[in-house]
C-alpha cells in the first residue's frame, strides 16, 4: 500500500491543485483513497499492485471532483468568488483597508489561523499545535469565513467590501 500511495502522491498534488486549487488538500485527497483502496484490498487480497495503484489514483481523482463539485454548489451567490471580483477592481490601498476591516470581524481563532497560513503553515501542522484534528480545524475556518461572506452580502447582490 505504501508504494501505490508513494506513486499516486504526485497525481493526488495535480488533482488537489487543478480541482480545487489548493494543494494543501492533496492530503486529504490522498487519506481517502488509501482507505478505500485498503478495504479494496480486503475484498480483494489477489489484486495485483498495478490494479491498487490504479484504484488509488482513480479515489484521488473521484474525491477531488466530488470536493470540486460541492464547492461549486456551496458557493452559489455571495461567494467568496463574487467577493474577489468586487474587491479586485479597487485600488491596492482600498483592498489592505477591506482586508483589515473583514480581518477584524473573525473570531481571535480564525484569525490566528489565517496568521499561520499567511506564515506557510499546513493544515496539519495546525491541527497539531491546537490538538485538533486539521480537518475539523479547516471545516471550522471555512464555516466561519462563510458565515461572515453571508453577513456581507444578501443572496441576488454582490457582497460591498466596505
Request: aromatic content about 10%; charged content about 25%.
Amino acid at each position: 500500500m505504501e508504494a501505490a500511495a508513494n506513486a499516486a502522491w504526485p497525481y493526488a498534488l495535480l488533482c488537489a491543485w487543478t480541482f480545487l486549487n489548493d494543494a494543501h488538500i492533496a492530503h486529504d485527497l490522498m487519506e481517502h483513497a488509501v482507505r478505500n483502496a485498503t478495504d479494496y484490498i480486503t475484498r480483494h487480497p489477489d489484486a495485483s499492485s498495478a490494479k491498487v495503484n490504479a484504484r488509488v489514483k482513480s479515489e484521488i481523482r473521484r474525491e477531488a471532483k466530488h470536493l470540486a463539485f460541492k464547492q461549486r454548489r456551496e458557493r452559489a451567490s455571495g461567494s467568496a468568488s463574487d467577493f474577489e471580483a468586487v474587491c479586485a477592481a479597487q485600488p491596492q490601498i482600498e483592498q489592505r483597508i477591506y482586508a483589515s476591516e473583514i480581518f477584524a470581524k473573525l473570531s481571535p481563532f480564525a484569525q490566528s489561523i489565517i496568521n499561520w497560513r499567511w506564515l506557510g503553515y499546513s493544515w496539519r501542522e495546525i491541527g497539531r499545535d491546537l490538538e485538533m484534528d486539521y480537518s475539523e480545524v479547516r471545516k471550522a475556518y471555512f464555516r466561519e469565513l462563510g458565515l461572515l461572506l453571508d453577513d456581507l452580502s444578501q443572496p441576488g447582490e454582490s457582497p460591498k467590501c466596505g
